[in-house]
């Protein structure tokens, strides 16, 4: 059955668009141009773009500059779609044309469609009165709202992320204070080391994801700065003098956000900087839960013939042949979604340094690159905590039985027996399967007595010189 349409027009002339499609020719052209991956943006530039539409119809409408009449259409049709409605019109592959025309004449064609409606004109009617580009793009450019959507759109999320972020420090918190009784090997170049305690290993976890938290918090501050109101190349060509500061306040009072002036509306054409140093801090993050999540899948490796200090969820079978597996899974889901993570930063990074002169004209992909890091880091994040973290167990025997074997305790009685004699303690003790005390006291080096006070494994984690009685 041929689907039905009718005609749009634009500035290259006609085009046939689906006859009940909110979206117009321009909208068309890009689909049919860039038939690439077959995604479609992110809700999240989807709304960041609708809502400078809303505030910008306000702003001009108290301006004078837009009949109130139509202004009201375009913010009750932009509203419809900050509700959740109208989701499918946006149809513009993530990789098209440079700068996001397409995408900004996408969200331009579907308000003014949908304004025409609650006007009472049909889709096909010549005379519908809200024009995309004169109505709905006034006083804006693809060049400075892409640029700002960039910046809402991360801000959206935000908070969303940073509690997923806590969340995980926390639940690494508690189990620091959970497992602050477990003496185990602590272990440098993956080979023996002296003791830690299992909580103090976990306590390191959750500082260096609040550090992380940190930086994204700093990172975020920075994407409240607006150039709104740049126009094509920065200078403001055809927005009233007015309008960017009225803008940035609008859209605060919408976002329910602090926002500010960038102050120089050329360098926020110019640059994503700040959009880049957004996207390292995600990925310095990764970083950091790559590590954790490698730390987690060596301290639980085994059972029978791994480390086995910690236990995780056994939350599905772990293989199709071997029965009784369980593997790291959320551990393993997590490095794969770090390491995507850090994909995107590359390509973000690459196209934030590919800007000329006045535009950086790769922003829908830095668009898509950050809308999808923080998707997939709050999913990933999410499912990590609860599935994961949040119910670990310590093998406290296993821990014990590890630390009872470890040559190295014998560094805590360097201050009494010096170096060479202790690590010739730890060699014999190593060739003949003894411990450090037995080994110590048939070398007549220490009583037994000393060199029980000196290997207590507990009080060797809190630092000091062993046997001092002081720091």
Known sequence: MTEAYRIEKDSLGEMQVPANALYGAQTQRAVLNFPVSGMRPYPAFVWAMVIIKHAAAEVNRDLGLLDAKLADAIVQAAQEILNGKHRDEFVVDPFQAGAGTSHNMNNNEVIANRANQILGFMLDDPKKPVSPNDHVNMAQSTNDTIPTAIRLGCLWRLEELLTSIDNLADALESKAKEFDDVVKSGRTHLQDAVPVRLGQEFGAYALAVRNDRERIAVAGDRLRRLGIGGTATGTGLNAHPEYHERIVARLGELLGQPLRSSGNLFESMQSMA????????????????????????????????????????????GSSIMPGKVNPVLAEMLNMASFHVQGCDLTVSLAAQAGQLELNVMMPIIAHNLFEMMHVLIGAIDAFTTKCVAGLTANHEKAHGWLAKNAILVTALNPVIGYLNGAAVAKEAMATDKTIKEVVIEKGLLPAEKVDELLDVRAMTEGGIQGSGGG
Do not use: H, K, W, Y
């Open 274 to 317: 700040d959009p880049a140093d957004f996207s390292a801090s995600m990925r310095t993050l990764c970083i950091t839960l790559t590590r954790i999540a490698n730390d987690l899948r060596l301290l639980s490796s085994g059972p029978a013939t791994g480390l086995d200090e910690i236990r995780l969820p056994a939350v599905q079978p």
